[in-house]
């Protein structure tokens, strides 16, 4: 379906996230490992905070490993916080408006996944839009629209019960479509201090979501290690899959979990539909 990290931490340059790691994200658009897809090569996006008050954005419908600009980009580009997707698509078109991670205001949103049949429920769920958003959605994907939906649900306040509550209104109108099982989710927001990256599906077998560990114990077990020298202390990374084969470096993030990345640590919580 779609492979996505979100980094915060220390600025990098984005050739440090994009293409230096063994099991990059660029690598990952020609040969995922874990992915539905080895390939995802519908189109790319990258957003990612530097001086303005809302967040850069670069999308392009090139597969990411074939793409000239995104290679000079992030030789020279560098963030501290930084999300990126590599999009292989459920049906919409490739288009720069389908791809990820959109933005709202201070706001980026990317998803891996599908909401089942949406062509089915994308009626329903559009009209619980809050009309004063509506307007906003630029492209066709199911996956602007959840994010839509968050919005209207008040990401802004409180995305686990947000995402909570958008999850759960899906699921509703998807079983009163007769679908078995209406979403399949890994999904990532932030609001340039936090990040929130949700692992869930109506199925319980959602697709894989992995955060990494705490830097400076790397540096301990791996003293020899050039990369991880390179990294600060707060860098924290969640990613659909690892960037490399580091024993230690990864932990599986649970079923039905919500990952809260603030500052150098993260919690992991409970996560489950709400009551729309």
Not at 55 to 78: I, K, V
Not at 124 to 131: K, M, R
Not at 220 to 244: C, I, K, W
Request: aromatic share 10%.
């Amino acid at each position: 379906m779609c492979r996505w990290l979100a980094y915060s931490g220390s600025p990098v340059r984005l050739e440090e996230l994009l293409y230096k790691p063994a099991n990059s994200l660029v690598m990952q658009s020609k040969h995922a490992r874990m992915g539905v897809e080895t390939t995802n090569g519908d189109g790319f996006g990258v957003g990612w905070y530097g001086s303005e008050p809302y967040p850069g954005l670069f999308h392009s419908t090139e597969p990411a490993w074939h793409d000239r600009n995104l290679r000079e980009l992030s030789a020279q580009a560098s963030a501290g916080r930084v999300f990126a997707h590599i999009r292989a698509s459920t049906g919409s078109a490739v288009q720069q408006t389908n791809c990820h991670p959109f933005r709202h205001g201070r706001w980026l949103w990317m998803h891996n996944g599908l909401l089942k049949d949406f062509p089915a429920v994308k009626r329903d769920l559009a009209i619980a839009v809050e009309p004063s958003l509506f307007p906003q959605i630029e492209g066709a994907t199911d996956s602007e629209l959840f994010f839509f939906l968050a919005l209207t649900f008040g990401l802004e306040k409180d995305p686990p019960s947000a995402v909570a509550a958008a999850v759960g209104l899906i699921e509703d109108v998807g079983r009163r479509h007769g679908i078995e099982h209406p979403i399949q989710m890994t999904v990532a927001t932030t609001d340039g201090d936090t990040t929130w990256a949700f692992r869930y599906s109506s199925e319980g077998r959602s697709r894989s979501l992995f955060h990494s560990t705490d830097v400076s114990t790397l540096r301990t077990q791996y003293p020899d290690n050039p990369m991880l020298h390179a990294l600060a202390d707060d860098a924290r990374l969640v990613v659909s899959e690892p960037l490399g084969d580091l024993v230690g470096a990864w932990r599986e993030v649970p079923e039905s979990t919500c990952v809260v990345v603030h500052g150098g640590g993260e919690d992991l919580l409970p996560f489950s539909p709400a009551a729309a």
